[in-house]
């Protein structure tokens, strides 16, 4: 619903803002996702069961090693099992993630294209601590960031 996730202990304003938003949902939106399918089920075997030449597949995996306590379990080994199934998938994949020695080994081993931006952690603003944090995109096919603080990598 165009923002982060989070949640307000004490002044209920993300509820408020929630709500807002549902109040504010358009047939514009409607239309939008018309055709959008979501489903609750691992991952791996919504892409593999999903896969066809023509599918698409938005890849947001947990990040590892960002120490969410609702993203605990998830690990390297589960990482690894993603980056593999998407190395060999019919469709196309857009993979958001921090980069990793891991993901670098896969880009080049299968040529994915990549780019990557430096920005704040929006979980740790409200603490006064705020992090940055590289951002990376990653595709089995060739795309074009025209913002002019992404780099594209070759």
Not at 2 to 22: E, H, L, V, W, Y
Not at 131 to 143: D, M, Q, S, W
Request: include cysteine.
């Amino acid at each position: 619903m165009d923002g982060p996730f989070g949640f307000d202990k004490t002044n209920n304003t993300t509820s408020k803002r929630i709500a807002g938003k549902r109040d504010n949902f358009t047939e514009a939106y409607e239309k939008r996702l018309e055709k959008v399918q979501i489903e609750c089920a691992d991952a791996l075997y919504i892409i593999e069961s999903r896969d066809h030449e023509e599918a698409f597949f938005y890849c947001d995996p947990p990040y590892v090693g960002s120490n969410c306590g609702h993203y605990k379990g998830y690990t390297q080994a589960d990482y690894e099992a993603l980056l593999r199934l998407l190395s060999r998938i019919k469709g196309r994949f857009l993979l958001s993630s921090y980069p990793s020695a891991m993901l670098d080994d896969f880009i080049s081993k299968y040529g994915w294209c990549t780019a990557r931006k430096e920005m704040t952690v929006t979980v740790n603003i409200k603490n006064g601590n705020p992090k940055r944090k590289i951002e990376v995109l990653t595709a089995n096919y060739p795309f074009s960031i025209e913002a002019k603080d992404w780099q594209e990598a070759q």
